[in-house]
């Protein structure tokens, strides 16, 4: 957080040139991009399946592409072309990416970086244009200056002799993002995830921490401009920002009336999208703009990554556990009346979480790429929803991937799983998303230790909720990537609200993930290992809750405490596992080598009740829901000695 700046200390003359706000497209101009000269303006519909662009001065509109999903990250170089990414999902669900460039003057289009896994991104150099890959990268010419482009949470800047430096300068940020240059190439500027705008120098020194902001745009040496983040509450409403990096200057410069989203400035002007109309807005400001960057013209060059990370291409997935930090959209369900704000309640945030980390681990022992957006649950790591997908993004995933559970809101008590794609029903914005979704779906809907009401099911958000024409869900909204929302299971159900806070059964919802993950990218069978859950309930107590309607199995009451014991083939204890106290009755063993196992579940004082022989599975699950009655007899009353 930057000092405050209260309006009368603002009283500096930079500002918003009196007269000079222009529509520049009425509607669907999202990510607006502005040339040097003023002459051209790129944009995107609310997808990103097509890139077009106006001329300023004719009025003429063309579409650059419509392939392979051009729009939101394209960009014009110096020379007045447009570099641009397009990107296109393999039978085995892998996403490669291109590098083009387009020159309007002669609409002609060209490939100028082949196909490559991971990230690729255009970024404006200070004398060039570079499109970034993890294997090749490609450069408008020899000497594109100096560059600067981030990836997790490390900050690269690349000097005129092309050696690469790796910066830190925030600690314990989710990822930094919108990385540039300032246009005299001698600071740099980005955004820590939720820690806000940071200028540094070239050595990663800081020279400047303006704020939560996001995208930020260099309009000269000396001033920035950005919008506001929408998590931090201390920003109200949704504003185009102008900031000096010496802090006297910290103001909003778009209409109080409007939600102003995307900015960018160059050669004096400042674009911006008003987010519900779609409309493009240009400002001008009463402050000299830059001087125009050098473009070095000459022979373009490609060459490969020295020291790409891993030799092989294999699936990457942006994991995004839901909301964090116990805060208002995080929903919360009280238990017991134990002060509002006790992390003990039931919050959706700590069993998404609990979940995220567990598809992390799950997948990253079966060979996959993960990035998570958030590992703690604070309110600092309750991202804003576009920071989140800027991240997805950046991290060059092929999947996009939002843990959640779900609620009704209103007293009808239901359960199911529901996995939600942009887009209408059956009509996926980006392709791969309701493959994803209903391969995932259909791998929760096998989990047989919660008690389902109605079937799984995969729903477009567009038609889903009623907010709007192609509002859907922010998190969703500006994503390429092939990706979902997986609303596991309603946590207002209470039975499952009871199971949600078991950390194994979040684990098992992940490891069900996981399957139909597989499943998408047609792995399955890659873990060696197989999973043994279930519930042990007592057959002849009911369970009843005076507010809501129980079904199934959940109207049998849970057994606290039960104690099971797993012996591997050779009849060697591999392990014991008590069930909690929390009403569930649930147990899960996890990573369980291939075997025929026998299971043994105690109760009471230790006294063995049943034993039962089962099978696991490789890289999958069997379940088993076992029952006590009240007065049954243990099958030996030898005591075994407690661990
Ligand atoms: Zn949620």
Known sequence: MPLLCLCALCATAAGVKPGSMEMLVDSCGFFPQISDDGEWLLYSPTDARQLMLKNLSTGVVKTVSSVGYPGFDAIFGGDGKVYYVTQERKKNGLVYRTGH?????????????NPQHGRVQAIRATAGVVINGERQVYQSSKNVGVYAYTRGDALYIVDESGTTRMLQPVRDSNGYLWASLSPDGSKVMFEAASRGVVVCGLNGTIIAELGEFLMPSWYNNDYIIAMSNAANSFY???????????????????????RAVQPMTAGGKVVYTAQYSGQVNQLELDIAPAIGRDFAIGKSKTFKVKNPEGGKDVPRVFINPGHGGHDSDDRHVPTWVIGARDTLHYYESNSNLTKGLALDEILTNKGYETVLSRTTNNTEDDLDLFEIVSLAAN?????????????????TRLNFPLGLYRGWDGKPVVDGSLKLSEAVMKSLERNEVT???????????WSFYDWGYQVGLGVLRYNKLPGMLSEGSFHDYLPERERLFCDNYCWLEAWNQSLGIDEYFGRKGKSKNGVIAGTVRWSDRERRDDDQRLFGEDQLKPVNGALLRLYNGRGVLSRIYTLDNRDNGVFVFTDLPKDKYKLELYYGDEELYETLKIKTKKNDTVYKNLKLKTDQKPKKSKKKKRH
């Open 236 to 258: 109200k409403g949704q504003r185009i920002w102008l900031i000096s990096i010496d802090g006297e200057t910290f103001k909003p410069i778009s209409p109080k009336e409007e």
């Open 395 to 411: 991290s060059g995933a092929d999947i996009f991937f939002a843990i959640h559970s779900n609620a009704t809101g209103t007293d």
């Open 101 to 113: 460039c387009y020159d309007p003057a002669t609409s002609k289009d060209k490939v100028v970086l």
């Open 451 to 461: 008690v389902w009401t109605h079937k799984q099911r995969s729903n477009g958000d």
